[in-house]
């Protein structure tokens, strides 16, 4: 199997190059596209997706609904569109970008895209890809804040550092009104 081939980005998300999957997760200083995205649904609840067992990091933890690597060629709403099919067999969503910042770490570097997604679909069935997902469940968005603060919710990294970059978003965002959820601290 041939290795993916990933464009590398600079600070500003632009295209300087490319590198295969091995050598982006082996080198700190090739910067690679990603998209992580948080599902709504009708009731203001957030899709989290069980990692499987078999991924190498948070094997089994509880993540963000999906996130996945653009490779080469892909712009952030074209990767989206593809994780959401592949992991979940989302086709019918709405997509806001929240956010967008690098996380460095000791062996990669990620340019992050960060979505908040609505679904409409009550009665929407998932079909998940198993290699990558376990199991998915709804939460309240009040559920996750106090899964986390009692440590009973065991979730990537992801989850803890987006986690608040979400909220602030929809405490200030006219979408909580039309969409997504009140905020956590006006609900009772």
């Given at each position: 199997m041939q290795d993916e081939i990933f464009d590398i980005v600079d600070e500003d998300g632009l295209i300087i190059s490319e590198a295969t999957r091995e050598?982006?997760?082996?080198?700190?200083?090739?910067?690679?596209?990603?998209?992580?995205?948080?599902i709504f649904n009708h009731?203001?609840?957030v899709l989290l997706q069980k990692r499987a067992k078999t991924k190498?990091?948070?094997?089994?933890?509880?993540?963000i609904s999906v996130g996945g690597h653009l490779?080469?060629?892909?712009?952030?709403?074209?990767?989206l569109e593809r994780e959401l099919r592949e992991e979940l067999y989302i086709v019918s969503y709405e997509a806001y970008l929240i956010d967008t910042?690098?996380?460095?770490?000791?062996?990669?570097?990620?340019?992050?895209?960060?979505?908040?997604?609505?679904?409409?679909?009550?009665?929407q069935d998932f079909y998940l890809q198993e290699e990558e997902v376990e199991e998915v469940r709804w939460y309240d968005l009040?559920?996750?804040?106090?899964?986390?603060?009692?440590?009973?919710?065991l979730c990537t990294q992801w989850v803890w550092n987006q986690l608040p970059v979400v909220?602030?978003?929809?405490?200030?965002?006219?979408l909580k009104d039309r969409?997504?959820?009140?905020?956590?601290?006006?609900?009772?």
């Open positions: 050598e982006a997760h082996q080198n700190p200083n090739l910067l690679h596209p990603v998209v992580h995205a948080w009731k203001g609840q190498k990091l948070g094997a089994g933890l509880w993540d490779v080469k060629g892909d712009n952030p709403k074209d990767g910042y690098i996380v460095r770490q000791e062996s990669q570097s990620e340019y992050i895209y960060l979505y908040l997604i609505y679904i409409d679909n009550p009665d009040k559920e996750i804040i106090n899964g986390i603060h009692y440590r009973q919710l909220l602030q978003y929809l405490a200030k965002s006219a969409h997504f959820v009140q905020h956590p601290s006006s609900q009772t």
